[in-house]
Every structure is written in structure tokens, then in C-alpha cells.
């Protein structure tokens, strides 16, 4: 699903995203406004991708955008949620996801889901 090498990609993507954030926005930002920031990035980008899929199923009032669904729309909205996801938990300062997910794992595989 993605590889090792795309992964690595990914980080370094997105920590120099992070780090242009002052000459993005041509201002300096705090850790606080940073964080914000990629909740709000991460939000938007999930509707999007909400709507991509509403749009796949065919359960959009508006047939236009039904019919006019494609998908590299929703693989490319798909791409954007995993990057705002990793913004913000890098701008949240976690750095051991790969533990935490065994944590979360075991707790939901104790739960049989």
C-alpha cells in the first residue's frame, strides 16, 4: 500500500512543509498556531475526501457532480488526508506512531474489532 521508500518521502515532504510554514504565510507562526493550522488543513481535506466518496457512490443530490466523479479525484484527496494527518501529528510532537499504533491495536484487538 506504501512502500518504505514513499513513506520516507512523505516525512521529509512534510517536516519541510512544516518548517516553510513562517515563508508560506510570510509571517512568523507559534507551535500552537502551527498545530491549528494543519487541524484545519486536516478537516477540509477529510470533507473533501467525504465528498469524493459520496460522489463514487453516487449518493450526491447534485448529478453533476456525481457524474462528473473520477478517480484521481478521490485518490488524490485520499493523498492530501494522509498528509495533513502526518502534519499534524508531527506538529503535535508525537514521533512514535509505529508504538503507538501496536498500543491501539492490542487495546481494539481486545475489543475483537
Known amino acids: 500500500m506504501l512502500s518504505q521508500e514513499t ?42 475526501l467525504s465528498d469524493q466518496i459520496v460522489r463514487k457512490l453516487w449518493y450526491a443530490f447534485n448529478k453533476r457532480k456525481r457524474e462528473s466523479y473520477k478517480d484521481e479525484d478521490l485518490e488524490n484527496e485520499a493523498a ?19 508504538e503507538i499504533i501496536k498500543r491501539k491495536i492490542g487495546i481494539n484487538n481486545k475489543r475483537w474489532y
Open 7 to 48: 513513506l520516507k518521502k512523505l516525512l521529509v515532504y512534510v517536516d519541510d512543509l512544516n518548517n516553510r510554514y513562517p515563508e508560506i504565510l510570510e509571517k512568523e507562526i507559534s507551535d500552537n498556531e502551527k498545530v491549528m493550522i494543519n487541524s484545519l488543513a486536516f478537516s477540509e481535506e477529510s470533507w473533501e
Open 80 to 98: 492530501d488526508v494522509l498528509i495533513c494527518y502526518i502534519m499534524l501529528i508531527r506538529s503535535l510532537w508525537v514521533t512514535d506512531m509505529d
